[in-house]
């Protein structure tokens, strides 16, 4: 089917259809990636949402690393953490059942936040549409084509539309729309999932009070606990996918039970009603073998995306989102010349992750027989998929 004029679009003005770099997926990925073309470059940058943002979503504290990465984009310190909670500390059961508490106090750089993830995504969003990228949001995505440009179509309410672009920079999260359909390899450690429940304001206020996530492990997986700004609080348990099935994790009173068992978890858990919301999601972790140079590349949890318990997933959005805008930029501009660089250190520092994380997993040796760790130990059956 044909396009339809740009001027027909509600909210499109003529010539808004084509752009020189289509952003798909508007997380902190997306959004840093706009930012950084609209700020450095003249290109003109379409950035695309599929959905509008929920108050339920995943990833929530960052370490103080965070500011130096805010402040490239342009956003100080000052003008945005208010709006997050100040993280003082982690405490963590891990190995052992005393608690260990490792406190941003002794690292120089302050504390981190436990963000709230719809005002953060939101205010990237809008400096990014400040800055002139053009939003695009809500839209369903119809198809990709390829060429000699790019051809996305794309479905907003009961209209249609292409927009066309040079390059295209793939920020949708895991579910990595273009690593997929370029058919990227992609090397995937194992099949973690992690089952949230959220629970409102008013409900325990010690997580709160003491502004510190709780990490605490079981023999099938470790439970997270992190004060969010508000009063209010995400609880989750990570585990293998196997495991969530066979023990009928996914239902809420079952989930509640295992919970109640811990120790730490277990005693602020009491303290807590009935969740306002209970979510799964993958949290799997994997890399993609980006193209050298071709006209895209990925960026965030499209191109990698790590363990919860590393607290790597936002800030390495937002690097590779700026390091994907630089690809982009040598891409358009010169045909091409950093995107070798920016792949070989995607997978270096996926590696140098992997290590650290084997290195932690090893830590807990209480539960030797079960399914859950001996996984984790066992090199996790590392494998190849498409
Ligand atoms: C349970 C859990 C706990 C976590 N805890 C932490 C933590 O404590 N600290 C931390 O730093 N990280 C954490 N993370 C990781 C962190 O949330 C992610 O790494 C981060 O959100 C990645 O940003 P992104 O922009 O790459 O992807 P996302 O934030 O997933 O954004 C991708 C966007 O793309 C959109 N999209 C998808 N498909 C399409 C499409 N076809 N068309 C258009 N748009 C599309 C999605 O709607 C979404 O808005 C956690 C993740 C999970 C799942």
């Not at 369903?140 to 790019?150: K, Q």
């Not at 690809?327 to 070798?340: I, M, T």
């Not at 290590?355 to 027989?369: F, H, S």
Request: net charge neutral; proline share 4%; aromatic share 8%.
């Amino acid at each position: 089917m044909a396009a339809p004029a740009a001027a027909d679009i509600g909210g499109a003005r003529a010539g808004d259809d084509e752009v020189d770099v289509i952003i798909l997926g508007a997380g902190p990925a997306g959004a840093a990636a706009a930012i950084t073309l609209c700020r450095h470059t003249r290109l003109r940058v379409a950035l695309v949402e599929r959905r509008l943002f929920d108050p339920f979503r995943p990833g929530e504290t960052v370490s103080p690393a965070l500011f130096p990465l805010m402040e490239y984009l342009g956003i100080a310190r000052a003008g945005f953490e208010e709006r997050h909670l100040q993280s003082y500390a982690h405490a963590a059961a891990w190995g052992g059942d005393e608690l260990v508490v490792r406190d941003f106090l002794f690292n120089g750089q302050g504390s981190g936040l436990h963000l709230d993830r719809l005002a953060f995504d939101s205010m990237l969003l809008e400096q990014a549409g400040q800055l002139g990228a053009q939003i695009v949001q809500p839209a369903e995505l119809l198809g990709i084509t390829g060429g000699a440009r790019w051809a996305v179509a794309l479905r907003q309410g009961e209209r249609k539309r292409t927009l066309g672009a040079a390059y295209l920079i793939d920020c949708s999260g895991r579910s990595s729309v273009m690593v997929r359909q370029q058919q990227c390899p992609v090397l995937q450690t194992d099949r973690m999932v992690g089952v949230y429940a959220y629970y409102d304001a008013g409900q325990a206020d010690a997580p709160e009070r003491l502004q510190r996530t709780l990490v605490e492990t079981t023999a099938n997986g470790w439970f997270y606990l992190a004060p969010l700004p508000g009063g209010r609080t995400a609880l989750a348990f990570m585990t293998d996918a196997e495991t969530l099935r066979t023990l009928d994790l996914l239902d809420p009173d079952t989930w509640r039970r295992h919970a109640l068992a811990s120790t730490h978890i277990g005693a602020l858990v009491r303290e807590l009603g009935a969740p306002q919301a209970f979510r799964q999601y993958p949290v799997h972790s994997r890399v993609a073998r980006l193209p050298a140079n071709a006209a895209w590349t990925a960026a965030g949890d499209a191109a990698a995306s790590f363990d919860p318990v590393s607290s790597l997933g936002i800030g390495h959005a937002l690097s590779s989102g700026i390091h994907a805008a630089r690809v982009a930029q040598a891409y358009v501009e010169q045909g091409g010349g950093l995107g070798e660089g920016y792949r070989q250190s995607l997978l270096a520092h996926f590696q140098s992750y992997a290590t650290t994380r084997r290195a932690l997993y090893a830590n807990e040796q209480r539960w030797p027989g079960a399914g859950f760790w001996q996984r984790r130990l066992a090199q996790e059956g590392e494998r190849a998929v498409a």
